[in-house]
C-alpha cells in the first residue's frame, strides 16, 4: 500500500540499493573452540539423519515439544514419534541460526545461517535471540548445516567443517515421555524446571516406575551418515555406535 505519492519528484535507482548489513558477510560468535556436547532431535522413527536439522538442548527441546505437544494435529503431519540425544562434535564459533527441517524428500534449511556455520539461538521463550548469549534460562537451539558436517575423518574441524556425529545416544518414544511420564503435564507457564527434570530423567534411566524410558530399536549411525560407515566407528559397552576421532 502507497500513500502521499508525489509523482512530481524524481526517484533515483540508488534509493532501492540494499543497505550494507543485507549484503555483508554473517558474524560469527568468537573466540571459538572445538568441543563435545549432547542435543536432542524429535523425529520420526524411520529417520535418523541429523543432516540439515534443528536440534537443541534440553530447556531448549523441552520449550520446543511443548508447543508441539499443544498441537496433536502438527505431531501428526511431522511424523514425530520419538526423540533422540545424540552427542555431537562441534566447533563454537557460532552462526546465525537457520529454519532446519530436513527429511527425506524435504528441502534442507530454509532461512537464516550461511551453511557452514552452527547455527545457536535461544528458544521462543527469550527476549534476545541468544546467538551468542547465556541462553541457560530459555534453552539453546542449533541448526546443523550439511555444509558445515565432517563428512569424513579427514577433515578438520574448525577448519573445513564445523560439527559431526560422535554417537547417538538412546532414542524414546513420545508415547513414553509424554503419556507415561507426564511431560505435556509441566507445559504450563513456570513448569519449565519439572518439565526439564521430566525430560532429563526419561534419558538417564531406563525403568518406567523410576521416571525413566527404554531406548528403542534404532538404526545405527553407520547407517544414516553413511561416510563415517567401516572405519570410523567402534560399539561402546552400552552396544552404542561411538565415533572415533
Not at 31 to 38: F, I, K, L, N, Y
Not at 138 to 161: H, M, N, Q, Y
Not at 189 to 210: H, L, R, V, Y
Request: hydrophobic residues 30%.
Amino acid at each position: 500500500k502507497f500513500e502521499n505519492i508525489d509523482a512530481a519528484t524524481p526517484v533515483k535507482l540508488s534509493d532501492f540499493d540494499l543497505p550494507p548489513a543485507c549484503t555483508a558477510p554473517l558474524s560469527v560468535c568468537l573466540p571459538a573452540e572445538v568441543t563435545s556436547m549432547d542435543v536432542y532431535l524429535a523425529h520420526a522413527h524411520d529417520y535418523y539423519n541429523l543432516t540439515d536439522q534443528d536440534v537443541a538442548d534440553i530447556p531448549g527441546d523441552v520449550a520446543f515439544l511443548c508447543l508441539y505437544l499443544g498441537s496433536g494435529s502438527r505431531l501428526i503431519a511431522d511424523h514425530y514419534d520419538v526423540v533422540s540425544r545424540y552427542r555431537i562434535e562441534v566447533y563454537t564459533a557460532w552462526g546465525q541460526y537457520a529454519l532446519c527441517d530436513k527429511y527425506e524428500s524435504g528441502p534442507a534449511c530454509t532461512a537464516g545461517g550461511d551453511n557452514f556455520h552452527v547455527g545457536r539461538s535461544a528458544s521462543f521463550e527469550h527476549k534476545f535471540d541468544g546467538q551468542c548469549s547465556d541462553n541457560s534460562e530459555a534453552g539453546t537451539w542449533f541448526s546443523l548445516p550439511s555444509g558445515g558436517e565432517c563428512t569424513s575423518t579427514s577433515r578438520v574441524i574448525g577448519k573445513d567443517c564445523t560439527w559431526r556425529v560422535k554417537s547417538r545416544v538412546k532414542t524414546i518414544t513420545f508415547e513414553c515421555l509424554n503419556n507415561t511420564q507426564g511431560l505435556q503435564l509441566t507445559c504450563s507457564p513456570g513448569m519449565s524446571p519439572q518439565g526439564e527434570s521430566i525430560f532429563k530423567t526419561a534419558f538417564d534411566n531406563s525403568k518406567i516406575e523410576f521416571g525413566g524410558c527404554p531406548d528403542v530399536e534404532a538404526k545405527k549411525i553407520t547407517d544414516v551418515h553413511s561416510d563415517y560407515a567401516n572405519h570410523a566407528f567402534k560399539k561402546d559397552k552400552r552396544n552404542v555406535d561411538v565415533y572415533m576421532s
